[in-house]
Nanobody
């Protein structure tokens, strides 16, 4: 199981840091997964935001967050972070983290394709509003 935290209400231009922690059967092995952040706004489809490889050496971002969001991981603590800066009202959504077993256990594989992810958290609400 994955658990997200760190969401909340923030003014435009503000920052939040989301955390994704593992528990249960995935907790001992989160460092063997590619982890992604996704978001879903009301009335919109789920969107891939960012992902990070098993090793942490590869990352990717959807175009709308490049230069503003940073994904990172602390494998010793089994936590993945999403630092979100310069937040905009259009970033308002429920944010989910998810874990995927990389093909051939590649340490550099990343993807924003939600179909590839097997384990999902319940989500944390991020609201950007003045």
């Amino acid at each position: 199981h994955l658990v997200e935290s760190g969401g909340g209400l923030v003014q435009p231009g503000g920052s939040l840091r989301l955390s994704c922690a593992a528990s249960g059967s995935t907790s001992a092995y989160l460092d063997f997964y590619t982890v992604g952040w996704f978001r879903q706004a009301p009335g919109k489809e789920r969107e891939g935001v960012s992902s990070i490889s098993m090793s942490g050496s590869s990352t990717n971002y959807t175009d709308s967050v490049k230069g503003r969001f940073t994904i990172s991981r602390d494998n010793a603590k089994n936590i993945i972070y999403l630092q979100m800066n310069s937040l905009k009202p259009e970033d308002t959504a429920i944010y989910f983290c998810a874990a995927a077993v990389p093909p051939l256990y590649s340490r550099t594989w990343v993807t924003l394709d939600a179909v590839q992810y097997e384990y999902w958290g319940q989500g944390t609400q991020v609201t950007v509003s003045s």
